[in-house]
């Protein structure tokens, strides 16, 4: 199928590895010209030479820490610069600390809200001009844990749910000229999911990591974690013609585990 998007210039927050990764790839490969961020130079580096190997679109790696709203303004206008616009927005970020709420401080609330709500809210009033002058698009990659909490996710589940309530608001008010989705991931096999299963082990919750994969699995009717990529198409879908008149929708991609 093809999406329509060749030639088309994307923007992805968070995108050096993951699932922001993930999907720059798949717009990648329908041919637009893909911008990732990043906080690590080793990281954008190999996730450039992976995004030139996935398309021909043009590749624009940018060292910036998306906490920090001039980073992102000073990301979006090299964006801008580069490709000449914008058609569309990918916003993703890694995930808070895992823990219990007892064992949470007003410095993790604070950091947690800036990571995943205030960083959505800077690339989407710095990037709105653009997508509105190309007719285009934003997706939120949020988490299963806004539909169902997780434990010792606390953060997580709290902080996230803000995002969803933001989607729902500007699918309205960007509308028509800008279509705003979100996509709701269950466990997929990035570093993140490697973290939270190597930070329970540590804890004593499981005995290994093994054990720890197992679980997180076990819900899953496929029986098994999501590949990155399979996010990261639906990604590109949604940004595309193809999914024109979707707005506002918050697609699971989960394998059936979330019970909603």
Same mark, same amino acid.
């Given at each position: #199928?093809?999406?329509?998007?060749?030639?088309?210039?994307? /923007? =992805?927050?968070?995108?050096?590895?993951?699932?922001? @990764?993930?999907?720059?790839?798949? @717009?990648?490969?329908?041919?637009?010209?893909?911008?990732? =961020?990043?906080?690590?130079?080793?990281? /954008?580096?190999?996730?450039?030479?992976? @995004?030139?190997?996935?398309?021909?679109?043009?590749?624009?790696?940018?060292?910036?820490?998306?906490?920090?709203?001039?980073?992102?303004?000073?990301?979006?206008?090299?964006?801008?610069?580069?490709?000449?616009?914008?058609?569309?927005?990918?916003?993703?970020?890694?995930?808070?600390?895992?823990?219990?709420?007892?064992?949470?401080?007003?410095?993790?609330?604070?950091?947690?809200?800036?990571?995943?709500? #205030?960083?959505?809210?800077?690339?989407?009033?710095?990037?709105?001009?653009?997508?509105?002058?190309?007719?285009?698009?934003?997706?939120?990659?949020?988490?299963?844990? !806004?539909?169902?909490?997780?434990?010792? /996710?606390?953060?997580?589940?709290?902080?996230?749910?803000?995002?969803?309530?933001?989607?729902?608001?500007?699918?309205?008010?960007?509308?028509?000229?800008?279509?705003?989705?979100?996509?709701?991931?269950?466990?997929?096999?990035?570093?993140?999911?490697?973290?939270?299963?190597?930070?329970?082990?540590?804890?004593?919750?499981?005995?290994?990591?093994?054990?720890?994969?197992?679980?997180?699995?076990?819900?899953?009717? @496929?029986?098994?974690?999501?590949?990155?990529?399979?996010?990261?198409?639906?990604?590109?879908?949604?940004?595309?013609?193809?999914?024109?008149? !979707?707005?506002?929708?918050?697609?699971?991609?989960?394998?059936?585990?979330?019970?909603?």
């Amino acid at each position: #199928m093809d999406l329509g998007i060749e030639g088309n210039v994307a /923007l =992805c927050t968070a995108a050096s590895s993951g699932l922001g @990764l993930a999907s720059a790839e798949a @717009l990648a490969e329908e041919g637009a010209h893909v911008a990732v =961020c990043g906080r690590t130079e080793a990281r /954008l580096g190999a996730a450039g030479e992976r @995004l030139r190997e996935a398309g021909d679109g043009g590749v624009l790696t940018v060292e910036a820490d998306i906490t920090d709203p001039a980073h992102i303004s000073a990301f979006v206008s090299e964006t801008v610069d580069e490709f000449g616009g914008l058609d569309h927005v990918v916003t993703s970020a890694g995930g808070p600390p895992s823990g219990p709420f007892l064992g949470t401080d007003d410095q993790d609330w604070y950091s947690a809200y800036d990571l995943l709500v #205030m960083s959505v809210v800077w690339t989407l009033r710095e990037t709105h001009p653009h997508l509105r002058a190309s007719g285009g698009s934003a997706v939120a990659i949020t988490s299963r844990t !806004v539909r169902s909490a997780a434990d010792n /996710l606390v953060l997580s589940n709290a902080v996230r749910r803000a995002v969803e309530g933001l989607v729902q608001t500007l699918s309205r008010e960007f509308a028509p000229a800008v279509r705003v989705n979100s996509v709701v991931p269950g466990a997929h096999e990035t570093a993140r999911i490697e973290n939270l299963i190597e930070a329970a082990v540590e804890r004593g919750d499981v005995p290994d990591y093994e054990t720890g994969y197992e679980e997180w699995a076990a819900d899953n009717p @496929l029986e098994r974690i999501g590949e990155p990529r399979e996010l990261g198409d639906v990604v590109a879908f949604l940004a595309s013609e193809r999914a024109s008149n !979707v707005n506002g929708a918050a697609v699971p991609v989960d394998g059936g585990s979330t019970r909603r």
